[in-house]
């Protein structure tokens, strides 16, 4: 059974810092891309951070020197260091493991339950 458990979620100052962890179990998490998506009030859901297996990283234009994506494989654990937060970050935070199924050539997704963060004086 594929569990994606997030935490570290709350309320924070503008100018503030949090930082998101993301326990993985039930994946081969060393050859998962792994991530982190945001849903804000009212809008879809966005990529925000990413990092693949080979340890490239990919990062939404809007965090890029806020943010930091970090994976420590032998923990399946995934974090996300926000930095500087404004307001236009308030959003649903929710962990993703993506998969290749070579035999069909396709990739399978699995999704956190969500966590919430709020920005806001």
């Known amino acids: 059974q594929v569990q994606l458990v997030e935490s570290g979620g709350g309320l924070v100052q503008p100018g503030g810092s949090l930082r998101l962890s993301c326990a993985a179990s039930?994946?081969?998490?060393?050859?998962?891309?792994v991530g982190w998506y945001r849903q804000p009030p009212g809008k879809q859901r966005e990529l925000v951070a990413a990092?693949?297996?080979?340890?490239?990283?990919n990062y939404a234009d809007s965090v890029k020197g806020r943010f930091t994506i970090s994976r420590d494989n032998p923990k399946k654990m995934v974090y996300l260091q926000m930095n500087d937060l404004q307001s236009e970050d308030t959003a649903v935070y929710y962990c993703n493991a993506e998969l290749p199924i070579p035999q069909v050539n396709k990739k399978i997704n699995f999704w956190g339950q969500g966590t919430q963060v709020t920005v806001s004086s």
């Open positions: 990092t693949t297996g080979g340890g490239t990283t």
């Open positions: 039930g994946i081969i998490f060393e050859i998962a891309t």
